[in-house]
């Protein structure tokens, strides 16, 4: 075998030859697409070598779906195979298992998805845009109507999208259905399929009534908003929206929501997640669909891995925990949680937001008690309560020094409690011994020598003091005692004021709050997380949205 040597005064050529081509190779890996800044590939391997992602979406929707992945394939190089049809037709192949493993369906109607989701077909769902049915017509033959009235009384030629098949034909079948008609007893929707039926036509996807209408085989169509907008029919088509029809309903009323969802076949749901997400970006996906004459939704900024931060107290930690994990592996997304006290956290925002730059203030905060949410309610939206538990009295086992609240204040008798500014158990503490006239006596007590009234800056803190000898009795939170039970006694206190209910809220200048609402779904699946750990869930309420 050659042996390489470097000599002094000189390079052997053999290395040269070698290090040229290992410049070469460099040079090379830099020009490959993705190898840049900013067009950093998925991290799940080479997506070249990977089979493509399979994508079901509504036929009128084709030309904005079309730009929007090839643009990702210019930033990723993922390959998606993508198969156009009704949104209806495509659910229902979806139910027969027609498709193999489709990863993503795109419709135009959200009844579709939420139908998928009921059938077990879809997990996460995202809100890309709205749109509304418009009469379509070529641009050289306008009717001239101003109303239902006037374009019943012409009795064009209409070719309209097949209700069962077709999102637009459903949408229209739904709107019109509620309006009456001229005669008694009918409604608009019976006037016009009697009309289409007797000089028209029914298209299974609303692409073939916009191209009915370009060509002049019939008179009018009902097509999408957007589908007057693409560039295929700018120019040529001519739109009126259907509230312009007519005066009991509003454009807000007739709108529907272009939605996609991940679905349960997807045998590679992270990577799934993230081209869905790329459709829902406000600065990807999102301003594709609205060149295209839609309204679309609020969207995430866009972040090949996204990274939320998560204020949460401490409290919630052993339920969470686990949620938190399984999610950031399904999403390929980074979570930065941080537990603490919530007079700590809420001091922390406080903080943040007082300098110019808010990095770091969290995009999700769950509370120990509505009391810690309520102190920062100007810096987050909606919230609601996920669970609540109950605040006891702690002793060591078999201990009957303290029985009661007033025995706290008993002489040598040893207590720790939360402190009232750094975390809730301690400010619910507070009202409660407040309330019962017990709160200065403890304070005049602490002050005395000899006595020991210690303060906790979180209710993680305040068990572990019975557990270890420290202290005769605690004021605690019952799930914190949980795990204890072999060496504490839990006693019940008599007043109104012992539960704690912990809401979970999205901050207003979160630039990932549909990245948060998916985590809130998955808090919403974790009754038996929160359950085994001894809170009281309360989201089976199904009253309770977020």
Same mark, same amino acid.
């Given at each position: ?35 840049? #800044? %900013?067009?950093?590939?998925?991290? /799940?391997?080479?997506? $070249? ?33 993508? &198969? ?18 489709? =990863? ?10 939420? &139908? ?11 809100? +890309? ?32 999208? =097949?209700?069962?098949?077709? $999102? ?8 019109? $259905? ?12 019976? &006037? ?52 312009? +029809? ?10 529907? &929501? ?8 997807? $045998? ?16 990807? %996906? ?121 025995? +706290? ?23 409660? +011994? ?33 557990? #270890? ?19 504490? =006694? ?14 979970? /809220? ?41």
């Amino acid at each position: 075998m050659a042996r390489l040597t470097i000599r002094r005064g000189g390079i052997n050529p053999l290395v040269l030859v070698l290090l040229g081509g290992l410049v070469a190779a460099g040079v090379l890996v830099l020009l490959l697409p993705g190898s840049r #800044t %900013g067009t950093a590939r998925p991290e /799940s391997g080479d997506a $070249a070598d990977m089979p493509p992602l399979v994508m079901l979406v509504a036929a009128g929707l084709r030309t904005p779906v079309e730009a929007i992945l090839e643009k990702y394939r210019q930033e990723y190089g993922v390959p998606v195979e993508v &198969q156009y049809g009704g949104s209806n037709m495509l659910l229902n192949q979806l139910k027969i298992n027609k498709f193999e493993q489709p =990863d993503l369906y795109l419709a135009a109607d959200s009844f579709y998805i939420d &139908q998928a989701v009921s059938d077990g077909l879809a997990a996460e769902v995202m809100a +890309l845009a709205s749109q509304v049915p418009v009469v379509a017509f070529r641009a050289d033959r306008d009717p001239r109507a101003k109303s239902w009235a006037d374009l019943m009384k012409a009795e064009p030629r209409w070719s309209l999208a =097949d209700p069962e098949q077709a $999102a637009v034909g459903r949408a229209v079948r739904k709107m019109l $259905a509620a309006i009456p008609g001229s005669q008694p007893d009918e409604n608009l929707w019976g &006037q016009l399929e009697a009309q289409a039926t007797s000089r028209g036509v029914f298209k299974p996807t609303v692409n073939e009534v916009a191209n009915d209408v370009k060509i002049g085989a019939v008179d009018l169509g009902i097509v999408w908003s957007s589908t007057v907008a693409s560039p295929e029919y700018r120019g040529e088509l001519v739109g009126i929206p259907l509230d312009q +029809l007519t005066e009991t309903a509003s454009a807000g009323d007739l709108a529907e &929501q272009v939605t996609v969802a991940v679905l349960t076949t997807s $045998a590679r749901p992270t990577e799934t997640l993230r081209l869905a997400r790329y459709f829902a970006a406000s600065d990807r %996906g999102l301003p594709v669909f609205e060149s295209f004459g839609m309204t679309p939704a609020e969207g995430d900024s866009w972040s090949l891995r996204p990274e939320i931060t998560f204020f949460c107290g401490a409290v919630n930690r052993r339920a969470v925990e686990p949620v938190i994990e399984a999610f950031q592996q399904r999403e390929g997304v980074v979570i930065n949680t941080v537990f603490d006290g919530c007079g700590i956290l809420t001091s922390r925002m406080g903080t943040i937001a007082g300098q110019s730059q808010k990095s770091g203030f969290p995009d999700v905060y769950m509370a120990c008690d509505r009391y810690y949410l309520d102190n920062v309610r100007d810096w987050f939206q909606e919230d609601v309560n996920v669970s609540q538990t109950e605040i006891v009295l702690v002793v060591p086992k078999g201990s009957g020094k303290v029985r009661k609240i007033e025995d +706290l204040l008993n002489p040598g008798v040893r207590v720790s409690v939360g402190e009232p500014n750094q975390c809730t158990i301690g400010a619910l503490t507070r009202r409660l +011994l407040q309330q019962a006239g017990l709160y200065d006596r403890l304070k005049e007590k602490q002050a005395q020598a000899g006595e020991v009234v210690v303060e906790k800056s979180s209710s993680a803190l305040i068990v572990p003091d019975i557990v #270890t000898g420290h202290v005769d009795a605690a004021i605690a939170y019952r799930n914190d005692v949980l795990m204890h039970l072999d060496k504490v =006694d839990v006693l019940p206190i008599d007043s109104p004021l012992t539960k704690a209910i912990q809401p979970l /809220s999205i901050a207003r200048n979160s630039e990932h709050k549909q990245l948060v609402r998916r985590l809130y779904r998955q808090v919403e699946r974790a009754q038996d997380n929160f359950e085994k750990v001894g809170f009281d869930f309360l989201l089976s309420d199904p009253a309770a949205k977020f």
